[in-house]
């Protein structure tokens, strides 16, 4: 055995709770366990990542990992920390998702290779699909008494006055169908152990029942904090939404910037779950950070770890590129780099005017530019003022009153970044 799973877990603040003789079973040799993936997505978001390192901690230890896509509980919804149902999907976006799901999980997990602890991915449409209803009911529903079912806290919660729609049959036989998961996996593939997120205990643990009951052995629960961010705000949730591992839905940029925004005491949590950084050079890191927190070292190699983690180093440089545009000496080479997608995140919100690109044949005048073409300034007096005491910047580069812009300005052959002193900005887009 490679390492202690469960050791590993607790010191990296990854384990809430564990079923009584969880530890010992895992050191028993190599062991198979799952964890469940809502296949609602075509892309994992950030709030996925805990699982899927988990899963990735498991293998390392020297554990068989299991990725059970939740195809047919998709189709239901689980009540879990929900205050409403969810979207149902039909199968052909359910494969869809699977696909693109796998892609990702393959930077974390080793799904090729022929070692005895290769991950594997499954779905439970594939084992739910041929299952009659009066079939579930007689041989998995007998087994569990609806006493039992009604105890959980996720039913509990929704049954009671908050949620006024209250709880749908759908839903109230979704621990049933997520516990007959586990049986199943039990029975064809020797796995032991449920894990996901504290709000899933419920679930899990009907699934050790069912083991116990039907398949007359042994299951094991273990469980993960839910994240927390210490502003009391949502994890993984920005303005425009989730934090998404797919590059089209969150850019490498913004991917990079929100791991580099976080406070101190969340970043101090987050290097310890979401990288694989060994004890000792974490708490050296720490002590660095303690010294001088201005220089942020612990939001710089999070943000690092993860960002090369989930993309790859060359999206990596380019978000360092990106985010030393906006705080740091850059060039008009530099910026013509940036990709179209980066620029606009770099400089979203940013205030724009458009242009034809006629308008720069015969190049546009810098006071046109700054005033009458687009109000970036409040006047011709203005600009010529500002112009001259050296502060206006076209593409990164110092301009005077005499400069033309023109086609050869362009950034993506599309945009051109005026700037006055450090920090105001405006975006002419040429149409």
């Known amino acids: 055995m490679a390492s202690n799973f469960v050791e590993e877990l607790k010191w990296r603040g990854m384990l809430h709770d564990a079923m009584p003789g969880t530890e010992a079973h895992l050191m028993t040799g190599m062991q198979s366990a799952y964890v469940g993936i809502d296949p609602t997505a075509d892309s994992l978001h950030i709030g996925h990542l805990v699982a899927v390192m988990m899963l990735r901690h498991l293998q390392l230890a020297g554990h068989k990992p299991y990725a059970l896509i939740g195809g047919a509980t998709g189709m239901i919804g689980d009540p879990s920390g929900k205050s409403a149902e969810r979207n149902l999907l039909d199968e052909k976006t359910l494969r869809h998702n699977q696909e693109a799901l796998k892609a990702q999980l393959s930077r974390f997990l080793d799904f090729k290779s022929d070692a005895p602890n290769t991950a594997v991915l499954v779905n439970n449409y594939d084992w739910m699909k041929a299952f009659s209803f009066l079939s579930f009911i007689r041989d998995v ?45 039990y029975q064809n593939h020797n796995c032991t152990l449920q894990m996901g997120g504290s709000d899933q205990w419920g679930n899990i643990t009907t699934g050790t029942e069912l083991i116990r009951r039907i398949g007359g052995g042994k299951g094991f629960a273990l469980t993960s904090p839910l994240i927390t961010k210490a502003d009391g705000t949502k994890f993984g949730k920005t303005e425009s939404g989730n934090v998404w591992l797919d590059a089209d839905r969150t850019s490498p940029y913004k991917f990079y910037q929100y791991w580099l925004n976080t406070s101190d005491e969340d970043a101090e949590k987050y290097i310890k779950i979401f990288t694989f ?115 206006i910047s076209v593409n990164k580069e110092k301009v005077k009153e005499d400069h033309l812009i023109t086609v050869t300005d362009l950034i993506n052959n599309k945009y051109v970044l005026l700037q006055r002193g450090k920090k105001n900005y405006f975006v002419l887009v040429v149409k």
């Open 141 to 185: 529903g007998k087994h569990i008494t609806v006493n039992y079912m009604m105890a959980k806290d996720s039913v509990k919660k929704r049954l009671s006055t908050e949620a006024k729609e209250g709880m749908s049959f759908t839903e109230f036989t979704y621990q049933l169908v997520q516990g007959y998961d586990f049986l199943y996996l």
């Open 277 to 391: 950084l060994s004890k000792t050079e974490i708490e050296h890191l720490v002590v660095a950070h303690a010294k001088a927190p201005h220089m942020r070292q612990l939001q710089k190699r999070l943000a690092e770890e993860i960002t090369v983690m989930v993309h790859s180093k060359q999206d990596l440089d380019n978000a360092i590129k990106a985010s030393d545009i906006l705080f740091g000496k850059s060039t008009s080479a530099d910026l013509k780099k940036l990709d179209e997608k980066t620029f606009l995140d770099v400089f979203d919100g940013v205030p724009q005017a458009e242009l034809e690109k006629s308008e720069l044949e015969n190049g546009l005048d810098m006071i046109a530019a700054l005033a009458a073409k687009t109000n970036f300034l409040g006047s011709n007096g203005e600009a010529r003022r500002e112009l001259k005491q050296n502060s």
